[in-house]
């Protein structure tokens, strides 16, 4: 096994006790009561806040009460209901085409599986990912806006490509602490390192930062 690919096991291990103890209770902000509001209010968080996707979902999921009432919506009004959410049209379009989707190939039923969760208009590796782990008990690395940036500042990964991120994280995480470190990623996101200001004088995983450790080596060398 190569040093670094090692160095990258013993980073996540150590970050991991401290996660556990800052956030043993991390887990996915967006508020749901069954399988297909998960899967519903994943979608509406493309580009959007989940604090705004738990506003708007406060009264969808009164109004759609199941994938029938989804699959049957009038697209006009859908697209009025989430407009705050950003891309609304996609977001409608796709939301209707998944839940006939889901009608018509799968009983009226989320799929428990990623290739079946796939299949459905609108889901890609993220939504599919977070739904299995949070849903069905099925680790899988989610990979959004904060687990993009801080496993890049850590060092865990070169990539940008959500994809290859993904499966860089595979293979250093261990598999049972896939979906909880991807939660904790976004708490710890939102609370330390933040996208323009990261507060790296507070982290208390900052030893294990490369993003740190690299702006120290600036200002050694230029002193």
């Known amino acids: 096994m190569k040093k670094e690919f090692?160095?990258?096991?013993?980073?996540?291990?150590?970050?991991?006790?401290?996660?556990?103890?800052?956030?043993?209770?991390?887990?996915?902000?967006?508020k749901y009561k069954d399988p297909l509001q998960l899967l519903i209010a994943t979608q509406l968080a493309?580009?959007?806040?989940?604090a705004r996707v738990n506003v708007v979902t406060k009264d969808l999921f009164q109004k759609y009460k199941n994938v029938y009432?989804?699959?049957n919506a009038d697209i006009a009004e859908l697209e009025q209901d989430?407009?705050?959410?950003?891309?609304?049209?996609?977001?409608?379009?796709?939301?209707?085409?998944?839940?006939?989707?889901?009608?018509?190939?799968f009983g009226g039923?989320?799929?428990?599986?990623?290739?079946?969760?796939?299949?459905?208009?609108?889901?890609?590796?993220?939504?599919?990912?977070?739904v299995l782990g949070d849903i069905f008990g099925i680790p899988g690395i989610v990979v959004d806006t904060h687990a993009k940036r801080l496993s890049n500042r850590i060092?865990?990964?070169?990539?940008?490509?959500?994809?290859?991120?993904?499966?860089?994280?595979?293979?250093?995480?261990p598999k049972d602490y896939w979906s909880k470190f991807c939660h904790q990623l976004v708490y710890h996101g939102r609370a330390v390192c933040d996208a323009r200001r990261p507060k790296c004088a507070q982290c208390q995983i900052s030893h294990l930062c490369d993003f740190v450790n690299k702006a120290s080596d600036v200002v050694s060398n230029g002193s």
């Open 109 to 130: 039923k989320v799929p428990n599986n990623l290739e079946d969760l796939l299949k459905l208009p609108g889901v890609g590796r993220k939504t599919a990912n977070l």
């Open 82 to 105: 989430i407009k705050s959410t950003g891309f609304f049209r996609n977001k409608a379009r796709n939301i209707i085409n998944c839940c006939k989707m889901i009608i018509e190939e």
């Open 69 to 71: 009432d989804f699959a």
């Open 155 to 173: 060092g865990l990964t070169k990539n940008t490509d959500p994809v290859k991120i993904e499966f860089d994280l595979m293979e250093i995480v």
């Open 46 to 50: 493309a580009q959007c806040t989940d």
């Open 6 to 30: 090692r160095d990258k096991i013993d980073k996540v291990l150590e970050i991991r006790k401290i996660f556990d103890q800052l956030y043993k209770d991390a887990d996915c902000s967006l």
